[in-house]
């Protein structure tokens, strides 16, 4: 018996969310042997649970999604177009604008699926390989490296080895921090209160964000004259939310939308989350390689944490492929580095800079509310400025494609 033979996977991946799954699908591909070890019972990875949340898919995004079989199992009447994005603060009239161009035949800036039926579709990708297993209920207490192999302890005394160790396993990571790699974590000591809206106007699938004084309201396009109200307050304030009646929550966001969608009413529940940002000190170390939430984790408002995440499928699918092709250790540090360098060339920016846009058009002080009518006036006055300004923000805020890269 060879000493490959004797391990029990190719890739041992923590974690069964979306980038995990398509991590095993794109290995799979390969012909690589995939363990998939998750917490969650069997049910609901087969059927996830609703969870509110609406994913705006970058193009980069939808194509690695079909590239690996995720796209065609969603169906045309769950994707809704993002074709424009405008962005307000306060009771200014200025209104910066995002969106085609004119003439432009480059179709919507991005598309908006719920999170959970692409958790679904992940499963789905997934299960059609047939080197790829899902181990559930397996939780992870554990774990060992050596020059040969990557070993994981289970709670139920069960160890499993492989070539590779993936930490999937969320923003906050127990084999990150097993691992001993730190994060730099921002608390912005915000919550996320997110609920769907019917409305008597076509949303026309553009997107508001509207930075009131007191909280933050995103509009989210949805097909069906229904849009996915995101609502972003002191974490002191979410249960005041929670807790509003169906009528009272939907007169509430009539109002801060100022009538433009006319008359409104609930659509569905509501869901909490934290605002937490998370950013690995390293995504690479001997036989262990982070990916998704668990390398990096954006400001869930802006949406971008699924984006990273097929990203770096992507990036780390290719560096293994190549070691894999010509014989080599797929395990060994140097593909996992390069993975890292360019994973971090595209991320570290954009989570530095939505952080910063996020906390200047939170920040209700008198000095960051002149700062951010300055930023808005400007992009509008100036063309050369309007054209950065506009490329920084709509990558950040819109999960779209930017300008910056359509000049590119």
């Known amino acids: 018996m060879t000493e490959e033979s004797a391990l029990d996977a190719d890739v ?14 794109a290995l799979g591909d390969l012909g690589l042997r995939v363990t998939l070890l998750e917490q969650q019972p069997l049910a609901a990875l087969q059927e996830p649970a609703e969870d509110g949340r609406e994913i705006a898919l970058t193009h980069r995004a939808r194509r690695a999604m079909t590239t ?11 994707v809704s177009p993002l074709n424009k994005a405008h962005v307000i603060d306060g009771s200014s009239p200025l209104v910066l604008h995002f969106g085609q161009r004119s003439g432009s035949d480059e179709g919507p800036l991005g598309w908006l699926v719920p999170n959970h039926l692409i958790r679904r579709a992940a499963w789905r990708a997934a299960g059609e390989r047939a080197g790829v297993q899902v181990i559930a209920e397996a939780r992870v207490v554990g774990i060992e490296r050596d020059e040969q192999a990557a070993r994981v302890s289970l709670a139920d005394g069960r160890r499993l080895s492989g070539r590779l160790l993936v930490a999937a396993d969320s923003r906050f990571s127990s084999i990150r921090r097993m691992a001993g790699i730190g994060a730099a974590m921002h608390d912005f000591g915000r919550s996320v209160v997110v609920g769907r809206v019917r409305h008597e106007r076509d949303n026309e699938g ?22 996915s109200a995101v609502v972003t307050v002191g974490s002191e304030r ?3 939310w929670l807790a509003l009646a169906d009528d009272e929550f939907a007169a509430r966001i009539q109002a801060q939308t100022e009538g433009r969608l006319g008359a409104m009413q609930a659509a569905g529940p509501r869901h909490h989350y934290p605002l937490v940002g998370v950013y690995a000190q390293r995504f690479a170390a001997p036989r262990l390689v982070l990916v998704g939430d668990a390398a990096v984790g954006m400001h869930p ?13 992507e990036l780390l699918a290719r560096e293994l492929g190549a070691v894999h092709r010509r014989g080599g250790d797929i395990g060994a540090l140097a593909p996992l580095l390069a993975y890292e360098r360019r994973h971090r060339v595209h991320t570290l920016p954009i989570w530095a800079g939505t952080n910063a846009i996020v906390s200047l058009f939170t920040d209700e002080r008198r000095v960051p509310r002149l700062a951010r009518r300055a930023v808005l006036a400007l992009s509008e006055l100036a063309p050369g400025l309007n ?7 709509e990558y950040q805020l819109t999960g779209g494609r930017s300008s910056l890269q359509r000049m590119n």
């Open 387 to 393: 054209r950065v300004i506009k490329a920084g923000i």
């Open 301 to 313: 408002v802006t949406a971008h944490g699924w984006n990273f995440g097929i990203y770096g499928v």
């Open 12 to 25: 041992l991946v923590v974690g069964a969310g979306p980038a995990g799954l398509a991590l095993g699908a």
């Open 238 to 240: 979410a249960p005041e």
């Open 68 to 78: 690996l079989g995720l796209w065609q199992h969603l169906d045309e009447g769950e």
């Open 206 to 227: 553009v997107a508001w964000e509207c930075f009131r004084y007191g909280n933050t309201l995103a509009m989210l396009p949805l097909l069906g004259n229904i849009s």
